[in-house]
């Protein structure tokens, strides 16, 4: 270990303690989304917490459309004028499967709760990491911008959409890192990702007068077949990017995984409808992969002369940095430094917020404690030494891109 980092360690050591108490107090804030409430009380002990360390603070209220309870982005500062380094994350949480989860377990070294690894424990780091940075004189010619977003476990168009639509995030940044659980990877690439929902409108008839009926059920049936097609296409469409070996490489399309329709079982049904979720790899056109699923359900619809529409729910841009990009280069020597084994890059088989600030041309990654297989489950958890060292690495990151 260099001098540099035993000094980042001496400081963090002390208040590992602290740490757990406050991700105690994090989880205990129940930020289930959807439907997205007790965010406003969660956006305030973060900046009550963000001042307590020594770090400049602000809510910023959202302005846009939103059915989200009393959401703020939370911004932090630590330093001055100068090189921008970015930490970003997000205080919601999935919804839990036990009202249970939202009081933290400690058990043999380890964190249990929800959000504790995705990613109330990122913030944590990412908050004492800054404050390290800080105090320890490490910020250098600049300064680290923290943005804490409250949606990102619905599409997040609310949250950092807001940074985006105002200017917020300024594109001459050194490079972005949000600690989400990456395990002991650095996540470099991230799937895109568009959702579609599929709707048929046809004639009700009573089973007796069933031929008078316009049956949407069968044309849904007829349009599903080449998107079901399209999905086993895609899914033989590897990446270049590096995975985890047990992670698929394709590109995934879930096909029907919500459906309805209809109002009896004797009843010619007028109504259908059908979901359509992607998550595509960084190497394909999102515009392009759009439009042939558009097509491929209206030239499916018009064989069987079915009325159809298609709504765009979602369509986020995949991200990508290169490995080799001087600042991944640079979070890999920081992993190294702290974990003392060389760090991997991997492709984030799900969608990063990343992409906000990968579309602007910052450098953009995923590190942080915690793991990805667990993170959405009964059994969420984060390793409270991990939580440490991942402060620790954040800390060197700053000293090492704003010197
Ligand atoms: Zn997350």
Redesign the pocket.
């Given at each position: 270990m260099s001098a540099r980092s035993d000094l980042v360690a001496a400081w963090l050591e002390p208040r590992a303690e602290e740490m757990v108490d406050f991700l105690t107090r994090l989880v205990a804030e129940p930020t289930e989304n959807p439907p997205g409430t007790g965010l406003g009380r969660c956006a305030r002990l973060l900046e009550e917490e963000m001042r307590r360390l020594g770090l400049e603070a602000e809510l910023v209220e959202i302005t846009g459309p939103h059915t989200l309870e009393e959401p703020f982005i939370v911004r932090g500062t630590a330093g001055e004028e100068g090189k921008l380094l970015y930490f970003h994350g997000?205080y919601d949480v999935v919804p839990v499967q036990d009202r249970g989860q939202f009081t933290m377990r400690r058990e043999g070294g380890k964190l249990y709760g929800r959000g504790t690894a995705?990613?109330k424990g990122g913030i944590v780091s990412m908050l004492y990491g800054a404050a390290a940075a800080k105090e320890l004189g490490l910020t250098g010619n600049g300064r680290i911008v923290i943005h804490l977003v409250p949606d990102?476990e619905t599409g997040s168009v609310v949250g950092a959409g807001h940074l985006r639509e105002h200017g917020m995030i300024d594109p001459s940044a050194v490079a972005m890192v949000t600690g989400?659980p990456s395990g002991t990877s650095i996540w470099n690439a991230a799937r895109g990702a568009i959702s579609l929902k599929v709707s048929f409108e046809g004639r009700e008839a009573h089973v007796g007068q069933a031929a008078f009926g316009i049956n949407t059920f069968a044309h849904m049936v007829h349009v599903a077949q080449p998107l079901l097609a399209y999905a086993e296409e895609m899914a033989a469409r590897p990446t270049g990017y590096t995975m985890d070996p047990d992670d698929p490489t394709g590109s995934m399309v879930v096909v029907g995984g919500l459906s309805g329709g209809g109002s009896n079982f004797n009843v010619v049904p007028a109504d259908a409808w059908f979901t359509v979720d992607s998550r595509f790899n960084p190497e394909e056109d999102l515009h392009a992969e759009l439009e042939r699923m558009q097509t491929l359900i209206r030239d499916a619809a018009a064989e069987v002369d079915a009325k159809v529409t298609v709504e765009v729910t979602q369509f986020q841009p995949p991200a990508g940095t290169p490995a080799d990009h001087p600042a991944g280069a640079a979070l890999a020597a920081c992993v190294e430094e702290v974990r003392g084994e060389p760090a991997r890059f991997e492709m984030c088989g799900g969608i990063l917020e990343n992409r906000w600030y990968d579309q602007l041309g910052i450098p953009a990654f995923g590190y942080g404690a915690g793991r990805l297989d667990v993170s959405h489950g009964p059994n969420e958890h984060v390793d409270e030494q991990e939580l440490i060292r991942t402060a620790a690495v954040y800390a060197l990151y700053a000293a090492d891109t704003l010197a």
């Open positions: 997000h995705d990613m990102e989400e």
